[in-house]
């Protein structure tokens, strides 16, 4: 069996190429596929048609009908078969097509991804990645824009993951079917052709659990993660135009979060504004405000600021403008913190 070792894990830097994020989800599956053959992906028109946002693109003729999987349309039938998969040796990575269709398999996620480890007291682990494409922008019909990402990470024993590059969605997608344990891979749809970055070829990672810094900044700090990263780093220039200095932290991994990531930005900066798309109530941002609240409280200056996607379902087409936070929402959250008195 060609399972990964240290030689085949080097970071391959002399090549690189310019990738959409869809393209480096693509590249890390291929490259995945290749280092271990216990790797295989199953889903909707995966196969022959490469998926509805064509991420798996070339990879069932490339690797095989029995790697790559068209599956029936069942999503609690894709991560059940998933988990006996995972349980029995094999590293799956299920893709439900929308996020919002991911709730018939919620049962499943729930029940037994996350807590085979624990019900079997360490004999079993699923290590799968279930991939699913995210949120708001791209005008899609109802259900199909939903950013619910707060539900998965109610659940001990799955890690969410969520990039905003073409380079870490290849690191984070690669380390995260590197994992023992189960993955939820979140792909803001809003993303993967908007912009391109030098990913290098052949296997390389990005750690989960860490987050990083896109900007650096010393009087206000904004959290984001995902498509909110790149309206938080428009904002950031933005401000930086009336003489705002705003540190930009995009978390990359929803949970297990960065805390102390956060909390040392905090402490430098002392302004806090907190940005997701998903709706303001229950928001993983409550979270974010909790960590500062035992961690980094006595340095903040001012109440902390969070922008969000409003309290009703993504609303449909133009309207989605109005729902999802923009830069000017954003921009208007950093004025208010930073002259805060």
């Known amino acids: 069996m060609n399972t990964l070792s240290p030689k085949n894990n080097r970071?391959?830097?002399?090549?690189?190429?310019?990738?959409?994020?869809?393209?480096?989800?693509?590249?890390?599956?291929?490259?995945?596929l290749v280092e271990d053959d216990r790797v295989m992906l199953l889903g909707e028109d995966i196969g022959v048609n490469g998926g509805v946002f064509r991420a798996t693109d070339g990879l069932q003729k490339k690797h095989g009908s029995g790697r790559v999987v068209d599956t029936?349309?069942?999503?609690?039938?894709?991560?059940?078969?998933?988990?006996?998969?995972?349980?029995?040796?094999?590293?799956?990575?299920?893709?439900?097509?929308?996020?919002?269709?991911?709730?018939?398999?919620?049962e499943q996620i729930a029940t037994h991804v996350t807590r085979m480890r624990a019900r079997t007291m360490g004999?079993?682990?699923?290590?799968?990645?279930i991939r699913a494409p995210y949120g708001a922008g791209v005008r899609a019909p109802e259900i199909h824009s939903d950013s619910t990402e707060v539900f998965f990470t109610h659940m001990p024993g799955l890690k969410v993951v969520c990039p905003s590059s073409p380079y870490?969605?290849?690191g984070l997608l690669s380390a995260a079917i590197q994992d023992p344990d189960p993955v939820?891979?979140?792909?803001?749809?809003?993303?993967?052709?908007?912009?391109?970055?030098?990913?290098?070829?052949?296997?390389?990672?990005?750690e989960l659990g860490k987050g990083t810094k896109r900007r650096e900044g010393g009087e206000v700090t904004i959290v984001a993660w995902g498509a909110m990263t790149r309206a938080a780093e428009e904002a950031a220039k933005e401000a930086e135009k009336e003489g705002i200095s705003c540190e930009v932290l995009d978390m990359r991994t929803l949970y297990p979060l960065d805390k102390e990531l956060i909390s040392d930005s905090i402490k430098k900066t002392g302004r806090v504004v907190v940005v997701h798309e998903a709706h303001e109530t229950s928001g993983?941002?409550?979270d974010i405000l909790a960590i500062i609240n035992k961690t980094s409280f006595m340095y903040l200056r001012a109440?902390?600021?969070k922008v969000t996607g409003f309290d009703v379902p993504v609303p449909y087409y133009s309207l989605e403008d109005h729902y999802v936070p923009t830069p000017t929402r954003i921009k208007d959250a950093i004025k208010k913190v930073y002259s805060f008195e």
Do not use: H, W
Not at 12 to 22: N, P
Not at 123 to 129: F, H, I, N, Q, R
């Open 11 to 32: 970071i391959k830097r002399e090549t690189k190429r310019a990738l959409t994020m869809v393209q480096a989800v693509t590249d890390a599956l291929d490259t995945m």
């Open 72 to 106: 029936p349309l069942s999503e609690a039938g894709i991560i059940g078969a998933a988990v006996g998969l995972a349980v029995n040796g094999m590293k799956p990575v299920p893709e439900i097509q929308f996020l919002g269709f991911i709730y018939p398999a919620f």
């Open 123 to 129: 004999e079993l682990s699923v290590p799968m990645v």
């Open 168 to 170: 870490d969605a290849k």
């Open 184 to 206: 939820l891979f979140l792909e803001s749809m809003r993303l993967y052709r908007s912009g391109r970055e030098e990913v290098p070829e052949g296997l390389y990672t990005v």
């Open 284 to 286: 993983l941002g409550n």
């Open 303 to 305: 109440p902390i600021e």
